[in-house]
């Protein structure tokens, strides 16, 4: 059975610093792509960051400089570095492990940014 669970997330002031933690079980973490996507409220899921097996990354624009993805095989785990966080960063982050036509989503962990 597959499970993603993540953690890491809470409150936060504008300039501020997070990581969250994606910690897999199963076989899928050595042959998926594992990426993180943030949900803000009352708009859609959308992709963060996402790394390969392989260790390539891709970044959203909004991620670009300010958020690194990261993965240590040893633990199963991906990794998302949020620095100079936003208070449009808010929202629920999820982790997704996905492999040809099957994907699998965590729960989820709350970021929010306020002063």
């Known amino acids: 059975q597959v499970q993603l669970v993540e953690s890491g997330g809470g409150e936060v002031q504008p300039g501020g610093s997070l990581r969250l933690s994606c910690a897999t079980s199963g076989r899928i973490f050595s042959i998926a792509t594992i990426s993180w996507h943030h949900q803000a409220p009352g708009k859609q899921r959308e992709l963060v960051a996402a790394?390969?097996?392989?260790?390539?990354?891709n970044y959203s624009d909004s991620a670009k400089g300010r958020f690194t993805i990261s993965r240590d095989n040893a633990k199963n785990t991906v990794y998302l570095q949020m620095n100079n966080l936003k208070p449009e960063d808010t929202g629920v982050y999820y982790c997704?492990?996905?492999?040809?036509?099957?994907?699998?989503w965590g729960k989820g962990t709350l970021v929010t940014v306020s002063s």
């Open positions: 790394i390969s097996t392989r260790g390539s990354r």
């Open positions: 997704k492990a996905a492999r040809d036509s099957s994907y699998y």
